[in-house]
């Protein structure tokens, strides 16, 4: 996966700043070679003159005037003159035209906007870091290589800053928490980000498996500040996306072939739908919203306790389609958006830190937390727009998970179809899956019976 499908970079023209410490420049550079063919690179603080190289052309123009000597492709970095080893920032008019020129032309602008002294982390101190408010991105940068080494200034930019904003004395030994304290703080990684901006973690120099799952850890509680945490190893090139997976149950459906709502039917001493709720909890669905319809002040009952968002549809007659779309609407307006303020791409895109939905049944209870963990975490590894178990190598099961970028599709819905009817476009990738028990449906007395004895 390249750091342009991680950091959901989907804008013809995106304006992406770069802070923090523990790989910054790399990053930017790789994330240049994935949006090229022509890529606009400056930095709004000094840049080391052996970190030029990583350009295809560097340019120190004297004024405003020489679109001419602009290279027709590749990377192009543009700063001020040197000073000693290092370049000056380039000013606010030369920022601005950069800006301009990018939105006229369709062109990429990766910024550096920090500096870190090749250190794996940093705290800003008073005068940084020097966002540009026009950004719609912020990739804020922690390297995991400080881990369990002293709080000092060898491994740490304004050691005495990240101690006050962590809470982590000087000299202790550098842990998870004190960096998710300080990259969460207002004035440590959330520092001068616009409003507006998407805030992405990078949480590089995840070399080992040990790493990965430390980082894994962190991102619950950097997910609370921000839209993604990314996990990388860039000198190994291997990449995570980690997103809030938001898990939607329908349970609106009137049971007719069975009778009576299966919905609150009991099962080991609980009604299916609230097996089904606890379960997507269970797998650390957030939020997790269960779409009514008949019957819906019982199904609602059921749920009582449950850290759930309950969203009715009235519509549940005209089909299952009325359901998922009702699902993806309650995600939206529990942001504090409109249903008619996300049709769009571009729009969803933009909406929340909302990754995927997981779609569950009110009427399969035995669904494990297992399986919807092993598709989430291959989601955060691949992003395939929809993936579901296979049973046995041959069948198709649920729960199915979806990336935002099929909502606006499944919004398009109509009548009684579910999510398979975007199946043709979107690539449908599976994992396997060797619990048959899956693919048990319950659509009469008799199979409510095998249930009872068999699960």
Known sequence: MHLSRAFRIHSAAPHIAFVGAGGKTTALFQLARDLSPTVLVTATTHLGAWQITAADHHLIPKDLSFPGEMPAQGVILITDEFENDRTKPVSAEMLNWLREKSKNENLSLLIEADGSRQKPLKAPAAHEPPIPEFVDTVIVVAGLSALGNPLDDRHVHRAEIFSQLSGLPLGQPITPDSITRELTHPQGGLKNIPKHARRIALLNQADTPELEAIAGKMSRDLLQSFDAVVIASLREK???????????????????????????????????????????????????????????????????GLPVKVAHNPDYQNGQSTSIKKGIEALHTSCGLQPLEFQSQETLESADN??????????????????????????????????????MEERRANPVLFDRATFPDLLNLKGDVGGRAIFDKHRVEYIPWYDDSLLFDIDTPEDYERLKKNL
């Open 238 to 304: 291997k990449l995570q996306t980690l997103e809030r997976c938001a898990g939607i149950i329908l349970a609106a459906g009137e049971s007719k072939r069975f009778g009576i709502s299966k919905q609150l039917l009991d099962w080991k001493g609980k009604p299916f739908v609230r097996h089904v709720a606890e379960t997507a909890l269970r797998a650390d669905l957030d939020p997790v919203i269960v779409v009514t319809g008949f019957d819906s002040a019982q199904i609602e009952s059921a749920l009582a």
């Open 354 to 391: 909302i990754g995927a939905a997981v779609f569950l049944l009110a009427d399969q209870p035995q669904i494990p937390a297992e399986v919807i963990r092993a598709l989430t975490e291959s989601h955060a590894r691949e992003m395939q727009p929809i993936l579901a178990p296979l049973v």
